[in-house]
């Protein structure tokens, strides 16, 4: 009961908390943030009538309007996608060397809100990513409290032997942090190259490669193939689809599971 009612008061407070307007136009769903200030700063934007060109003026989501070219943004269907992101595309909604970004692949004729990734691929990177216009979903996956496994198969420039795999496993000190895979193995070999699958539940920036730059090995490939329990299976490479009902509650309780038992003084089920 206790439990319930804290949750109840974290939850109002939640609600209750005001966020920036900038923020509050990608929150719903209609741009991203900096395409919203940009709309700010340009006086297309009016907030319960007034002209704002503040993007941290102080909205409180659930009860402002908020208007661009006095047209009200209201909250949508929330979307979940899964995208097979090809290698030379970078996953950002702009850029500013007119590289060519994951936005090229969505289709016009599906009529999509803005959706925002579920973290990031680099550009030399490919595989799984996941799209959703639902912000909170998004940073739950992507918190590092939430531990969630995320899946990869990388093809190294060398025969991968045991040393390698004790030591991704064993943790690899970087100039600034020691970095480690949750699990590590050989999935396939060929004379002078090897393919590795390595799972992390922790989201460093650029971790694999790091890692293995400072084994002094060489990544050919990396794909992820996996985030918890979704699979990338046989999504060709550049397309992408809704994830399903049931997808979307597996990840759910994947990380929920997760978090309950990382929480001091938890107990592993028994099985």
């Keep these: 009961m206790l439990h319930s009612f804290s949750a109840t008061i974290k939850r109002v407070k939640t609600e209750e908390r005001r966020i920036g307007l900038a923020r509050a136009l990608s929150k719903l769903g209609y741009c991203s943030r900096t395409r919203a200030a940009e709309f700010i700063r340009a006086g297309r934007v009016r907030l319960n009538g007034a002209l704002r060109r503040d993007p941290e003026t102080p909205v409180h989501l659930q009860k402002d309007r ?10 949508g269907r929330k979307i979940y996608l899964m995208m097979n992101k ?20 969505l289709r016009s004729e599906d009529a999509l809100p803005w959706l925002a990734p579920v973290g990031r691929l680099d550009k030399a990177s490919e595989g799984l990513l996941l799209l959703t216009n639902d912000s909170e979903w998004a940073a739950r996956v992507t918190a590092p409290e939430t531990h969630l496994e995320k899946t990869y198969h990388v093809q190294v420039a060398r025969l991968a032997d045991e040393a390698v795999i004790e030591a991704m496993q064993r943790g690899i000190a970087t100039e600034t942090e020691i970095l480690r895979a949750r699990q590590c193995r050989v999935i396939r070999s060929g004379e002078k190259n090897s393919w590795l699958e390595i799972v992390l539940d922790e989201g460093r920036n650029r971790q694999i490669r790091r890692m293995l730059a400072t084994l002094d090995i060489e990544v050919l490939r990396l794909v992820r193939v996996a985030i918890g329990p979704l699979q990338l299976e046989k999504l060709k490479k550049g397309s992408y689809r809704a994830v399903t009902v049931d997808e979307k509650l597996a990840l759910d309780n994947a990380m929920q599971l997760n978090s309950r038992l990382r929480r001091p003084g938890s107990k592993l089920p028994l099985l």
């Design 86 to 105: 090809p290698r030379g595309l970078v996953t950002t909604s702009s850029d500013e060397k007119g590289r060519e970004t994951i936005y090229s692949l």
């Design 66 to 75: 908020i208007a661009v070219d006095g047209i009200l943004v209201e909250s």
